[in-house]
């Protein structure tokens, strides 16, 4: 019965914890959630880049590649980034960790920008140019999910990310 008791009183403690946010930080906390709504509806224009970069990896085909890049990759990118400058962070500590994102986002449009470029004017020096803007951007873009995690913990926010190539 003790241990009942132990186990009852330690739930009541950690509820009355959760429940004992400042005004401020419930608002913060509503304004992450409202955040994070916003950025679920840009998966599909994610999940299309990752298709298209599946294709592109799978292809020998360079006709086929610039099609690509250009007729979806490139829009799917403006669309994401667009949409990414439109999201208000009135919470600072949002905003810093959503330049992350942007960032990120944005010079991965830059890589695949030099790159198509470079496929068409057939310049291997480009190639390697646009790849590293491609590799600096996914590390912003990691950077971004360790610190939105961080976030979310600091507010009591459940946090699932899914890795978008297993699941299509």
Known sequence: MKKVLIVLSLCLLLLGIGGCMSPEEKEAQNQIMSY?????????????????????EN?????????LLTDSTLPALESINSALAA???PNEELAAVHKYLTDGWQELTNGVEVMTQALQDNDLDKVEEGNTAVTSSQNKINQYYSELETLCEKYNIELEITDSETES
Do not use: F, H, K, P
């Open 59 to 67: 292809s020998d085909d360079e006709e086929e590649i610039l099609s």
């Open 36 to 56: 994070l709504d916003e950025i679920n509806a840009l998966q599909d224009d994610q999940v299309n880049i990752i298709n298209d970069i599946m294709v592109i």
């Open 87 to 89: 999201i208000e962070t």
